[in-house]
């Protein structure tokens, strides 16, 4: 985690990936204490400090407006490329992508991101695709925030089987019915975006 992550990237994908038989699932943050998230009325207590993933099987960085500071930020990359170098998994959500890639983790890597950092990602080396959830070798990458529980969901069935990943959908009755058929650039009226684009231009000031 960083100042001003999205708390969805982080906590959705953790409530299928604890559930996993055996896990132990740990937010790090800068150093341990609390780190706020993009709202800033909330804040997750971190365990421990970004080193501390080195020889984790799974790494995953959240996604948030806090990003954006940390790309140039040599601590973090050499972090992220240390953990990398041993996990079995290395995954994102949302513009935690862009930390992999300006980590230089996905240098030529399809990857997926938040819709409106597509362009940035693929500034930043990486191939910008638009999909949900994307698989390249042992790294996982998801789309804008509620992607990333749909990216733990296949990340569980690879490490525990189709069965396991089914009965943790269950358990948290993940049965997305929502009430707008707005959730992606390709469905949203131009109006709409345009909306979210003005309010993430405000938040990333």
């Known amino acids: 985690m960083f100042d001003r992550f999205t708390a969805l990237d982080a906590v959705g ?7 996993l038989p ?7 943050g ?5 780190v706020r998230t ?5 804040t997750v207590e971190a365990q421990g400090a970004w080193e501390d993933a080195s020889g984790a099987d799974v790494i995953l960085v959240p996604g948030g407006f806090g990003t954006r500071a940390l790309l140039e930020d040599q601590r973090i990359c050499r972090a992220l490329r240390a953990a990398h170098e041993r996990s079995r998994w290395t995954t994102s959500v949302c513009t935690g992508s862009l930390l992999l890639a300006a980590a230089g983790i996905l240098d030529g890597v399809d990857a997926a991101t938040h819709w409106a950092a597509r362009d940035l990602l693929g500034s930043l080396g990486a191939r910008a695709v638009a999909e949900r959830v994307v698989e390249r070798g042992k790294i996982l990458t998801a789309a804008g925030v509620s992607a990333g529980i749909d990216m733990a969901l296949l ?5 525990a089987g189709d069965e396991a990943a089914q009965a943790i959908q269950l358990s948290i ?6 009430p707008f058929n707005t959730g992606s650039l390709a469905k949203a009226p131009s ?3 345009d909306r979210v684009r003005r309010a993430e231009a405000a938040q990333s000031a």
Request: glycine share 6%; net charge negative.
């Open 191 to 193: 109006h709409i975006v």
């Open 30 to 34: 800068p150093a341990p204490g609390p």
């Open 155 to 159: 990340l569980a069935s690879r490490i």
């Open 13 to 19: 994908p953790y409530e299928v990936l604890s559930r």
């Open 22 to 28: 055996g896990a132990t699932v740990r937010f790090l």
């Open 38 to 42: 993009d709202t800033r009325m909330l």
């Open 173 to 178: 009755e993940y049965d997305p019915d929502p």
